[in-house]
């Protein structure tokens, strides 16, 4: 957002009375930021922008009850998150989950040298790797990895045990780490 912290106020002052130009100004200040977290949780880019433009639906009807405390970009990141788990959830998603013991046996740790050499690696590869992901997968890596949310959070927003949220994290670093080594090897 390059507009000062003045404007951004008053933008955001116009938007919480309905003014159609407030909206579009402050749409088109934070699209860009606002649709690259959408991408993360979609399965395309057409879901993706469905999901953004709920999104700023539920903006600019809560624009009110934002009370200028904190980030404003991270108060919309986070209608934009919960919109795209809104999204996953209506599509009704089966948990594909094991139970925690199941998880402890796999002996995983999250410090895998592996792991540290994958994020190394450049952006797009990584995210387009993420983006073959389940959206089950996908949804969980993101709000552990980027979102840095903890598997208690992400389990009460997703309505999934602890073990689960895990598991998923887990099968989703495997998977990109397979994805990954099968594109270097093509390479």
Avoid at 75 to 83: A, L, S
């Amino acid at each position: 957002m390059k507009e000062t912290n003045n404007n951004l106020k008053d933008i955001i002052r116009l938007c919480a009375k309905g003014e159609r130009r407030a909206q579009n100004q402050l749409f088109r200040l934070t699209y860009g930021k606002m649709f690259s977290v959408c991408i993360r949780y979609a399965g395309s880019h057409e879901d993706a922008r469905d999901i953004v433009q709920e999104g700023y639906i539920k903006v600019f009807a809560k624009l009110s009850g934002f009370n200028g405390k904190g980030s404003f970009e991270g108060w919309m990141r986070r209608i934009m998150v919960n919109t795209a788990i809104d999204s996953i959830r209506r599509r009704k998603l089966e948990t594909q989950s094991i139970d925690e013991d199941e998880y402890d046996r796999y002996g995983v740790d999250d410090t895998e040298e592996s792991w540290d050499e994958i994020l190394s690696r450049e952006t797009i590869r990584v995210l387009e790797a993420i983006e073959k992901l389940s959206p089950r997968y996908r949804l969980v890596f993101n709000l552990y990895v980027v979102e840095e949310y903890s598997h208690q959070e992400i389990a009460e927003m997703l309505d999934i045990s602890v073990g689960a949220s895990k598991s998923n994290l887990f099968k989703a670093k495997k998977n990109l780490i397979k994805y990954l080594k099968e594109e270097t090897s093509n390479e």
